[in-house]
């Protein structure tokens, strides 16, 4: 069984930064593809970034490119967010979780991802 544990949430100034962690429990990280989703209140959960297996190819939905860095240290297990210049509209929970071992972050889809993180709270806020 895939399980992510999810850390780094919180309260931020607009502006600021957070990262966010996803660290694989039990298994190893550098077999799977993984996304982050957010999903606002009263809103759809939405696709957020996607990243490979290797780390090589990455893709982010348009409201965060350019602020929103997905990175992985299979080393450690972990996958980070790295959110900058964050705005009021980027509140949400967000989550992590994984398609699989093979899937292309395209466009990736709610319907295809699974295992998800128990997910974390970003309020961004002044």
């Known amino acids: 069984q895939l399980m992510f544990v999810q850390s780094g949430g919180g309260l931020v100034q607009p502006g600021g930064s957070l990262r966010l962690s996803c660290a694989a429990s039990g298994f190893s990280l550098d077999d799977y593809v993984i996304g982050w989703f957010r999903q606002a209140p009263g809103k759809e959960r939405e696709a957020v970034s996607c990243?490979?297996?290797?780390?090589?190819?990455?893709t982010y939905a348009d409201s965060v490119q350019g602020r929103f860095t997905i990175s992985r240290d299979n080393t450690k297990n972990t996958v980070y967010l790295q959110m900058n210049s964050l705005k009021p509209e980027d509140t949400a929970v967000y989550y992590c979780?994984?398609?699989?071992?093979?899937?292309?972050?395209?466009?990736?889809?709610?319907?295809?991802?699974?295992?998800w993180g128990q997910g974390t709270a970003v309020t961004v806020s002044s």
């Open positions: 979780a994984t398609p699989g071992t093979r899937y292309l972050c395209v466009d990736p889809r709610l319907e295809d991802f699974h295992s």
């Open positions: 990243i490979s297996k290797k780390g090589d190819h990455r």
